[in-house]
């Protein structure tokens, strides 16, 4: 009888700690991504994004590893720009539920660019 209880107890807190991630198998850079987080398989560490700029493609997904930079393991979250055979892309690791989502462009954002268009053109004038 008391085995039952462990059992669902541990799946209790495996839900409550699972990395979740958006999943997306192949998006396209010219529609906004407005994919929800989703919990990762048991044992991943990391989200990934990956994106072509040279097909104007992009796929999101869980990983079971660490973030790797060049032969840097274990790294700290980022994104590596690659170029080969004619093909650019980026690849992005990072730690933490739902880091792999689109930037979002918020109102703090926005004045920040104004304010910048703003200085630049009293710079000029």
Do not use: W
Request: hydrophobic residues 40%; proline residues 2%; charged residues 10%.
């Amino acid at each position: 009888m008391i085995r039952p209880i462990f059992f669902v107890l541990a799946v209790a807190a495996y839900s409550a700690y699972a990395l979740q991630c958006h999943q997306v198998t192949a998006g396209n850079l010219s529609i906004p991504d407005t994919s929800q987080r989703q919990e990762c398989v048991v044992g991943s560490l990391t989200c990934l994004k990956i994106v072509d700029y040279s097909r104007g493609t992009y796929s999101k997904q869980c990983q079971s590893m660490n973030c790797t930079q060049g032969v840097v393991q274990n790294s700290a979250a980022g994104c590596t720009n690659s170029t080969a055979f004619g093909v650019t892309g980026a690849t992005c690791c990072c730690y933490g539920d739902g880091c792999n989502s689109a930037p979002q462009t918020g109102i703090i954002t926005a004045f920040g660019i104004t304010a910048a268009l703003v200085s630049l053109v009293k710079i000029i004038a």
